[in-house]
């Protein structure tokens, strides 16, 4: 069963960046194509960014284009979420997932594995 462990998660000021990573083990990686999701209280779990298999292709959800960059590092079984630019409307509880399919998919439900999630906040 393929696992992931997602880590770099902390208190940052507005402005400011931040990488998250998150490990994969237990699985061949280039079966996956793999997404970042985050959840603010009272929210529902929201689409971040995709990644597909070999790390040419990603997509972005509107609100952090431009300012996140999804990168893929298959040789360490690792991706990676660089986070620029940051806002207070960013924090959130932030997942890496793991999909069957090996194009970028941006809903929860087509993925079938999920890290345990790390928290970030951003100050004012």
């Known amino acids: 069963q393929l696992q992931l462990a997602e880590s770099g998660g902390r208190v940052v000021q507005a402005g400011g960046s931040l990488r998250l990573s998150c490990a994969a083990s237990?699985?061949?990686?280039?079966?996956?194509?793999m997404g970042w999701f985050r959840q603010a209280p009272g929210k529902e779990r929201e689409f971040v960014g995709a990644?597909?298999?070999?790390?040419?292709?990603?997509d972005y959800e509107d609100s952090v284009e431009g300012r996140f960059t999804i990168i893929r590092d298959n040789a360490k079984n690792t991706i990676y979420l660089q986070m620029n630019n940051l806002k207070p409307e960013d924090s959130g509880v932030y997942y890496c997932?793991?999909?069957?399919?090996?194009?970028?998919?941006?809903?929860?439900?087509?993925?079938?594995?999920w890290g345990q999630g790390t928290q970030v906040t951003v100050s004012s």
């Open positions: 990644i597909n298999w070999s790390g040419d292709r990603t």
């Open positions: 997932a793991a999909s069957n399919w090996r194009n970028e998919r941006r809903f929860a439900s087509e993925y079938a594995y």
């Open positions: 237990g699985g061949t990686f280039t079966r996956f194509g």
